[in-house]
DNA sequence: TACCACTATAAGCTGTGCTTATAATATGAG
DNA sequence: CTCATATTATAAGCACAGCTTATAGTGGTA
């Protein structure tokens, strides 16, 4: 009997999951798998004990007197599992976290921010890595990446946390010289001067703002400048060096000191959407709890 | 982590058998399988984790300080679980119990003695089935088997506990009153009166004495008895009806009477071979144990 | 009665969990 | 040092456990 049950404690697992919903399907939306396999898990764990543990009333699954008792002694000895493998797996909150993200998004708004964190949890170590692609996060030991862009939750491979957690426009950006010397009233008045762009915009592209503005002639606008990553191009802006698109989470502390203006307040048609990439099941979950809690709290606050 | 280590508790099982003995192989015999299966899950179990749980020293694994962990963790649980499952599937002492054995036995042996069960476990009750033949005791609800023979180890389904508790050589008896009658001195001279014989004697019958003995001429006998069950043979016997083969616990406390004799006290070849055949894995198994343990005490004593 | 939201069951498929065979490893003895 | 031994580790293969889909069955409600 107890030989029996204990050849195959999955379906204890299922048994806990299902008397707890006092549902199969239910419990199968919890666990993944079919009402089906549910129902059977029930039925073959039920004639391995020989008892009854559920009593069908309607569309529910009532517990009989000893599927109580051995939901509380399934929910106790999961709980004492997972403490157990809590302990042995999951890291302390002191420790390093390696984050991975754009080098706009790591020079502009981390790296500026990063004393905040540090000051706050002297305990945890921040490396951070720059990159333009979506690197694979075990392969490259990385504990969180922060990516933009309408498409990195269909990116982002299944075994990935992908949560969401904001969307900023982006809007034509230059100095505030630039602006006084030149009339900028219609997003035609751009291609009076440079305009700077990433070699990989994606769909934060130029052509898309002056479609998106019914701007004619743009293509053969010849003031074009091509660099690598949104800093870049914003460090030529502010230096008086024509127009770039720009998240406006990245230069909220430029227009906010009047170093850059946006002469033609037009957002591009495509909002950049922000997300945290990371494991779920990493060791160092707590840690990057606490990470993730703080960055989402700067990003609201300075928003 | 924890939802993928929980998603396959069964490695755990295997675990707690690895770690306490601290050998794949000792784990492989405790859990019926092969150790090369052990290892394997121990390997996924590891990589599950991502930690380390063994350290491989010579011909031993020792653990890890998280091997460690998990070990306590792991028996806990498992005490848990084992706990309520038997809280819900074992049933009391008190409660009633089905035995199943020969007519002869449960007559002339179990009912004699069934009071002093009952004096000492009040609580227990009795249903006595006979039968000649191996029943299934699942189909019959039948919780214990008292089974004789040579034979009984091979016919007894594995799933089954087949325990042998004694055996008892088989003589040729007779009534005191028939021993002074006729002078039997010689196995010949029990051919000088009726023998009774069992319609399925199995290896226990009257042609493997008299082969035994060396007895010439039995094949013309003519006076034959057959009858049914042990305790029928005994109860023409008894009453002078010739001799017939009975094996020795069964006839004790009319040896001690004088009520029946062995004039030629040579034994059957064939020794009577006892065995309990129940579910190891029965609700009633608290209760069965009391009754084994009462009925192999109380077979010792009288014998 | 019909409808609905569930559970129960049957049949089929695939990948998990074993097996066997053999390689690798750690240890001790000579 | 070599060799033997008793273990664990690994690879390849197989079959059946654990799922799936499809559909039947059930209980409750209007």
Redesign the pocket.
């Known amino acids: 009997m107890i030989k029996r049950a204990l050849k195959?404690i999955?379906?204890l697992h299922?048994f806990e999951c299902?008397a707890r919903?006092?549902?199969?399907?239910?419990?199968?939306a919890e666990?993944?798998?079919?009402?089906?396999?549910?129902?059977?898990?029930?039925?073959?764990l039920e004639e391995n004990l020989t008892i009854q543990l559920?009593l069908?009333?309607?569309?529910?699954?009532l517990l009989t007197q000893q599927g109580k008792t051995l939901l509380s002694g399934t929910q106790q000895a999961f709980k004492v599992l997972e403490e157990s493998i809590n302990k042995i797996t999951v890291e302390e909150i002191a420790g390093s976290l390696t984050i991975s993200s754009t080098q706009a998004f790591t020079t502009l708004w981390l790296m500026p921010k990063l004393s905040k964190f540090s000051a706050l949890y002297p305990d945890i170590n921040i490396r951070v890595m720059s990159s333009p692609q979506f690197e694979d996060l075990k392969e490259q030991h990385i504990d969180l990446a922060i990516r933009f862009g309408p498409r990195v939750k269909e990116n982002t491979d299944t075994s990935l946390n992908c949560e969401y957690f904001g969307e900023d426009p982006v809007y034509p950006v230059c100095s505030a010289a630039l602006a006084k010397s030149i009339n900028f009233k219609a997003p035609k008045d751009l291609l009076k001067t440079w305009l700077v762009s990433l070699d990989n915009p994606g769909c934060y592209d130029w052509p898309s703002w002056f479609e998106y503005t019914n701007t004619q002639g743009y293509q053969n606008h010849q003031q074009w400048t091509e660099v690598h990553s949104t800093d870049m191009a914003l460090n030529a802006v502010l230096n008086g060096h024509g127009f770039t698109l720009a998240a406006r989470y990245l230069i909220i502390e430029q227009l906010k000191s009047g170093q850059l203006v946006m002469p033609v307040n037009i957002p591009h048609p495509n909002v950049v959407k922000r997300y945290f990439v990371y494991d779920e099941n990493s060791a160092k979950i707590a840690r990057l709890n606490i990470f993730i809690q703080w960055l989402t709290q700067e990003m609201n606050s300075t928003n």
Chains 1, 2 share one sequence.
Do not use: D, E, P, T
């Open positions: 195959n999955n379906l299922s299902a919903h006092q549902s199969y399907s239910k419990a199968a666990l993944c798998i079919s009402q089906a396999a549910v129902s059977q898990q029930m039925r073959q559920f069908r009333k309607g569309k529910s699954m």
